[in-house]
């Protein structure tokens, strides 16, 4: 089992910044920190962590925010090289690794009101450890500013940078604040994704497909439009990130999205699903069997997707889409494809005992229903 993430947050990753800061001014009082920042972190969680080590800083470095985010700078290590996208590691060089994650904090705090200065920090912590989180709060308050600046850096020399004006800008990031104003109008972002979709770092271009599928979720006819535009002659680079983009438009079958990716037709033929076995105990699986029969008279390109309906507590359901197949089948061919879907218990999901609905999609339409029962 993975080490949680909170664990990166412990006394020892305490001590090394103190180290790396007090070589970067002497008069920095580690001892003070290691103890403020030390002071019940094992009882926390990941981002309660992260926010106790903030303050600590905030107590701790020079109350003048220039001086503070001068001294950030100088203590950080050597940036990280294009191709190690992890941006985690810790080094004996400086600062940098998941301990940045609270000097992102710190600078999202007392940097808010010297927005310029921040941002350039901001622009150097990201090169040794993301800083999408703290940039977001400039968005909130000085969004003007912030923008033009990330503009600026689409044209940056690191990777690193360039994927921060796609990753920190995004409407809907996880464990990050939201960003409402861009949820309710994407548009201010749309010329930094089009300036970024064509990067040569994978990197960068996987930020901005997640960015496209997080506008989708709230304006599916602005990701719908982006495909349209950009998916005609598209490299091979670009339809990977534009396919990633349109995943969630995808599996709610939405009609131009699925038209662009020439999935649009309706399906002719039947379909049918069984499903085994019809009862099951929580941890076990099912296996979904799915069967096409094509009709008409020319070679039909298919999406096919499941849905299932998870019971609730209060006896209603909730749908969840799950993909499937991409596949072309020829006038009159009958094809059947399978799945096992494990009934295991998650995190992100708790399950109820009672008749779960399987739906099956063929290019985003529903064409048949069996059931299951979860004992």
Avoid: C
Avoid at 101 to 119: C, D, K, N, T
Avoid at 169 to 194: E, F, V, Y
């Amino acid at each position: 089992m993975p080490e949680p993430f909170k664990n990166r947050f412990d006394a020892a990753a305490v001590r090394s910044a103190a180290g790396h800061l007090s070589r970067a001014w002497p008069g920095f009082d580690g001892e003070r920190f290691v103890a403020l920042a030390t002071a019940g972190l094992d009882a926390l969680e990941l981002k309660a962590r992260v926010l106790h080590i903030a303050r600590a800083l905030g107590e701790t470095l020079p109350e003048r925010f220039e001086a503070a985010a001068d001294m950030l700078e100088a203590a950080l290590a050597p940036a990280e090289p294009d191709d190690n996208a992890s941006g985690s590691a810790t080094s004996d060089s400086g600062l940098s690794g998941w301990v940045l994650w609270s000097a992102g904090e710190f600078v999202a705090q007392r940097g808010l009101a010297h927005p310029e200065r921040a941002l350039r920090a901001l622009h150097a912590f990201t090169q040794r450890f993301t800083a999408e989180f703290a940039i977001r709060p400039f968005l909130v308050e000085h969004p003007a500013l912030t923008l033009r600046t990330l503009a600026d850096w689409v044209h940056d020399p690191s990777a690193h940078v360039r994927r921060l004006v796609s990753e920190g800008s995004r409407p809907r990031l996880p464990w990050g604040l939201q960003l409402k104003t861009l949820i309710a109008d994407p548009s201010p972002t749309l010329p930094l994704l089009r300036a970024l979709q064509d990067d040569p770092s994978a990197y960068v271009r996987r930020s901005v497909a997640n960015h496209l599928n997080d506008i989708a979720r709230d304006h599916p006819a602005v990701v719908a439009a982006w495909l349209e535009s950009h998916l005609p002659d598209a490299s091979p680079e670009r339809r990977a990130l534009l396919r990633h983009a349109s995943r969630t438009l995808i599996k709610r079958g939405d009609v131009r999205v699925l038209q662009a990716w020439g999935l649009g037709a309706a399906f002719e033929g039947e379909a049918s699903l069984e499903i085994s076995p019809e009862a099951v105990l929580l941890g076990e699986q099912v296996l979904l069997s799915i069967t096409l029969r094509a009709r008409g008279a020319m070679s039909q390109r298919v999406a096919i997707d499941y849905v299932v309906h998870h019971v609730r507590a209060d006896g209603g359901s909730n749908p969840k889409v799950f993909k499937g197949w991409v596949t072309t089948l020829r006038p009159g061919e009958s094809r059947t494809v399978t799945r096992r879907h494990a009934l295991r218990p998650i995190t992100t999901r708790r399950y109820y005992p009672g008749v779960h609905r399987v739906e099956i999609q063929v290019n985003g339409r529903v064409m048949t229903e069996a059931a299951f029962r979860l004992t």
